[in-house]
């Protein structure tokens, strides 16, 4: 496991430093100032790169590499296929090939419309006391009939999961009330844009007929057009996972559950076209075996997310984000899955410690939702104890995927 760490740059609160500490080799970032579609520029990956791995103030390498980009975004135009899209295309390639010339090849993205990752609630509080990110359906119901009132809103709903949304709107005050719509609207870390619900109704309207198959097809034309300069520069495109991962506010999905990573895969067979294997982001479906999922896609997975989620009892779709080794996610096997696709190929693969839970030591720093520092750390700690304890059960060696 190369022990990648997710840094939103200098803005982040966390410091590199201090995510040496922790034990990660691997920085994920972004060009998170850059707006989406347009182009990443040699001159700024080199100066981000620079701060990735030069210590100015010591005058040191910091001992971290730039390894994966998350994200580059892709502009709503490609995922509609409407207006400058191909131009769009064109400057995509263009920041491909200048990371590729950084010696910067693997790519996350994600082809989900309009919004990217989506909770309801980015303080729940569990039983040790610290505060968890929580995605619950009947918010998401709540805000879609009564706040946003969506046409079409209603059909998207079970009479029960209606009934659900109702009792929990009626429940909420106006700050209540508003708190959820910024939940849901605005930047989660990430994401590409704040919205408000007018901006937002006005987004999701770019989506009328365009459905689930023709969403589809969107992505397997961009990576048909972006596939043979991957293959050329040596580039893994690595999609993330929907979030949660079903249809929301009637958006098509196209990336949530097995099914889906194999159409993927048999339409743009390129090894390059690979997958951010999402443990958190596919636990979000009860249909979902993520262990499964991690064995059966391993020699396309270029980049993983390992977090773990617990579903509300006697629930179907609300969930909360739970310490990185215990909830549904079955991490002993996932994490043997990693070992054994790292030995077949020889290197290690970047894996980063999804999300954390905000611990009292982290109040106040400011940290982003879910990137806390101690609450990370903790995560990656523990998926390097077994990692270190299954390599000694397999019989390998111990080595940090350098
Ligand atoms: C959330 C992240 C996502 C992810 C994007 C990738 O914490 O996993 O925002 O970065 O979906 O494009």
Redesign the pocket.
């Known amino acids: 496991m190369k022990q990648s760490w997710?840094w939103f740059g200098p803005n982040d609160p966390i410091t590199l430093r201090e995510i040496r500490q922790a034990g990660a080799t691997d920085i994920v970032t972004a060009l998170h100032h850059v707006r989406c579609g347009d182009l990443w520029t040699p001159e700024e990956i080199a100066l981000r790169q620079r701060q990735v791995e030069w210590d100015a103030q010591r005058n040191q390498p910091t001992g971290l590499t730039w390894s994966v980009v998350?994200?580059v975004?892709v502009h709503e135009s490609i995922k509609t296929q409407t207006g400058d899209w191909r131009q769009r295309i064109a400057i995509y390639q263009q920041s491909l090939t200048n990371l590729a010339a950084a010696g910067i090849t693997t790519i996350?993205?994600?082809f989900?419309p309009v919004l990217?990752?989506t909770r309801t609630d980015l303080e729940l509080e569990i039983d040790d006391g610290s505060t968890v990110l929580h995605c619950d359906w009947a918010g998401i119901a709540a805000f879609d009939l009564f706040v946003l009132q969506r046409p079409r809103a209603e059909a998207c709903y079970s009479p029960e999961e209606r009934a659900e949304a109702k009792v929990l709107f009626d429940r909420l005050d106006a700050t209540g009330r508003q708190q959820l719509a910024d939940n849901i609207l605005l930047g989660?870390?990430?994401?590409v844009d704040d919205l408000t619900p007018a901006q937002f109704l006005e987004m999701l309207g770019r989506y009328d007929g365009i459905d689930a198959d023709r969403l589809r097809q969107n992505l397997f034309d961009f990576l048909t057009e972006i596939m043979p300069l991957c293959d050329r520069l040596g580039i893994r495109m690595a999609i993330?996972p929907d979030?949660p991962p079903r249809p929301i506010f009637g958006l098509p999905r196209i990336l949530s559950t097995p099914a889906d990573v194999e159409r993927l895969f048999a339409a743009v067979p390129s090894t390059n076209n690979g997958l951010?294997l999402?443990t958190g982001?596919f636990g979000g479906r009860k249909d979902n075996d993520v262990a499964v999922m991690f064995e059966t896609f391993a020699p396309r997975i270029h980049f993983a997310?390992l977090r773990n989620v617990t579903f509300i009892e006697g629930t179907e779709k609300t969930f909360h984000e739970s310490n990185h080794l215990t909830g549904r996610v079955d991490m002993v096997r996932v994490m043997t899955a990693l070992l054994r696709e790292e030995a077949r190929r020889g290197v290690g693969i970047p894996v980063r410690p999804?999300?954390g839970k905000l611990m009292d030591c982290d109040l106040g720093r400011g940290c982003y939702a879910?990137?806390s520092y101690a609450g990370r750390m903790i995560g990656l700690a523990e998926l390097r104890g077994l990692e270190f304890g299954l390599r000694a059960a397999l019989g390998q060696t111990m080595s940090h995927g350098r």
Do not use: V
């Not at 989660?188 to 994401?191: A, C, D, E, F, V």
């Open positions: 997710r998350e994200s975004a996350c993205y994600n989900m990217d990752w989660l870390p990430g994401t993330h979030d951010t999402c982001s997310h999804d999300h879910g990137y």
